[in-house]
């Protein structure tokens, strides 16, 4: 089900960044010591802001290897590791590379520690697009077609070999809930090998910073997924990320009714209830996933399960019980103007 016209998809679509860095950090640009760079990449705009003498050539380093990481796992381009994966469903094991079968054993982690609510295999629903130039909306139908190829345990990994199989004709993986985070994690360690003495890696809702900006820590805006004109404050933090998913970054609205691309596995419809989870961490890998997990798992759940992760401060936006908090989020969250 194709929407209105061009025109009128436009005037729907909500294309809002989850995190707001660039008001922060644009005085700094002014210094010839600071330099920042952006590059489309993984579906969204990649903001590096870095402060050193080797900046631009590690910019551009770091760049190379996220487009490298990208190519392996992105299903959207035919000539990767994950294409070649979901062509071969049903048929044979597939090669891949160290770094995609990490992510992939991330993946299956999640889906199982979650009980599916999280599924590695939610590729199986192709009937959306959330692309702002042809939005689509799939029929009901279609989802109960596809309803049979999402399911985690149709994905086998072995490890030894290094290869990865899916044993349902039709079945798709989708490393779009866990990707991310280890790639922009690889492009601030080539940032990190060159001695920068600060960088900022900003990504889709994801944010990765190290050293200081200028001798002052870097500041970070969250935004409210129910009002994304606004910040619900800012953080402050000199090496770590701030990990954000929300509702309503890749959204569109048709007929009065809005539709984002955080997907129930068990329906194939956007999900309903929490608007956006933000965790603050020093290490990306513990934080990896768990934000779309807790949106999934609806606003009960999820709250015990950002409650238990170790070194983790957690926000959540409910849209009926509004705003909830771990105490060490409440502690360094710091009003915005």
Same mark, same amino acid.
């Given at each position: 089900?194709?929407?209105? +016209?061009?025109?009128?998809?436009? #005037?729907?679509?909500?294309?809002?960044?989850?995190?707001?860095?660039?008001?922060?950090?644009?005085?700094?640009?002014? +210094?010839?010591?600071?330099?920042?760079? +952006?590059?489309?990449?993984?579906?969204?705009?990649? =903001?590096?802001?870095?402060?050193? *003498?080797?900046?631009?050539?590690?910019?551009?380093?770091?760049?190379?290897?996220?487009?490298?990481?990208?190519?392996?796992?992105?299903?959207?381009?035919?000539?990767?590791?994950?294409?070649?994966?979901?062509?071969?469903?049903?048929?044979?094991?597939?090669?891949?590379?160290?770094?995609?079968?990490?992510?992939?054993? #991330?993946?299956?982690?999640?889906?199982?520690?979650?009980?599916?609510?999280?599924?590695?295999?939610?590729?199986?629903?192709?009937?959306? *697009?959330?692309?702002?130039?042809?939005?689509?909306?799939? *029929?009901?139908?279609?989802?109960?077609?596809?309803?049979?190829?999402?399911?985690?345990?149709?994905?086998?990994?072995?490890?030894?070999?290094?290869?990865?199989?899916?044993?349902?004709?039709?079945?798709?993986?989708?490393?779009?809930?866990?990707?991310?985070?280890? $790639?922009?994690?690889?492009?601030?360690?080539?940032?990190?090998?060159?001695?920068?003495?600060?960088?900022?890696?900003?990504?889709?809702?994801?944010?990765?910073?190290?050293?200081?900006?200028?001798?002052?820590?870097?500041? $970070?805006?969250?935004?409210?997924?129910? *009002?994304?004109?606004?910040?619900?404050?800012?953080?402050?933090?000199?090496?770590?990320?701030?990990?954000?998913?929300?509702?309503?970054?890749?959204?569109?609205?048709?007929?009065?009714?809005?539709?984002?691309?955080?997907? =129930?596995? =068990?329906?194939?419809?956007?999900?309903?209830?929490?608007?956006?989870?933000?965790?603050?961490?020093?290490?990306?890998?513990?934080?990896?996933?768990?934000?779309?997990?807790?949106?999934?798992?609806?606003?009960?759940?999820?709250? #015990?399960?950002?409650?238990?992760?170790?070194?983790?401060?957690?926000?959540?936006?409910?849209?009926?019980?509004?705003?909830?908090?771990?105490?060490?989020?409440?502690?360094?969250?710091?009003?915005?103007?």
């Amino acid at each position: 089900m194709m929407m209105p +016209s061009l025109l009128d998809r436009r #005037r729907c679509l909500i294309r809002l960044g989850l995190l707001a860095t660039g008001m922060f950090v644009r005085p700094a640009l002014a +210094s010839p010591h600071v330099q920042r760079a +952006s590059r489309d990449l993984l579906g969204t705009r990649i =903001d590096i802001v870095a402060q050193g *003498s080797q900046a631009s050539k590690a910019m551009a380093l770091a760049f190379a290897e996220m487009a490298r990481l990208e190519r392996l796992m992105s299903r959207y381009r035919a000539d990767s590791e994950i294409s070649a994966l979901n062509r071969s469903a049903g048929l044979a094991a597939v090669d891949v590379s160290m770094e995609t079968m990490a992510v992939l054993r #991330r993946g299956l982690q999640l889906s199982r520690l979650s009980d599916g609510a999280f599924d590695i295999t939610i590729g199986g629903y192709q009937g959306w *697009s959330f692309d702002p130039a042809s939005p689509r909306l799939p *029929s009901a139908a279609q989802l109960m077609r596809e309803r049979v190829l999402v399911n985690h345990r149709h994905l086998e990994l072995d490890l030894a070999k290094r290869q990865a199989r899916l044993l349902q004709t039709g079945a798709k993986v989708d490393l779009g809930g866990v990707a991310k985070l280890p $790639i922009l994690q690889a492009g601030m360690q080539v940032l990190q090998a060159h001695g920068l003495d600060g960088a900022m890696l900003n990504g889709g809702g994801d944010v990765l910073v190290t050293g200081q900006l200028l001798g002052r820590d870097w500041r $970070i805006g969250l935004r409210d997924p129910r *009002s994304p004109e606004r910040l619900l404050g800012t953080l402050e933090l000199s090496d770590g990320v701030v990990a954000s998913s929300g509702d309503y970054e890749r959204a569109f609205m048709y007929e009065g009714k809005r539709y984002h691309h955080v997907l =129930d596995p =068990d329906t194939g419809f956007p999900t309903q209830g929490v608007r956006g989870v933000t965790m603050l961490a020093r290490n990306p890998q513990a934080v990896n996933g768990w934000g779309a997990t807790a949106m999934l798992v609806g606003a009960t759940k999820g709250q #015990r399960l950002l409650s238990g992760l170790p070194g983790v401060e957690s926000l959540m936006v409910d849209a009926h019980d509004g705003t909830w908090m771990s105490a060490g989020m409440r502690d360094q969250l710091k009003p915005s103007a």
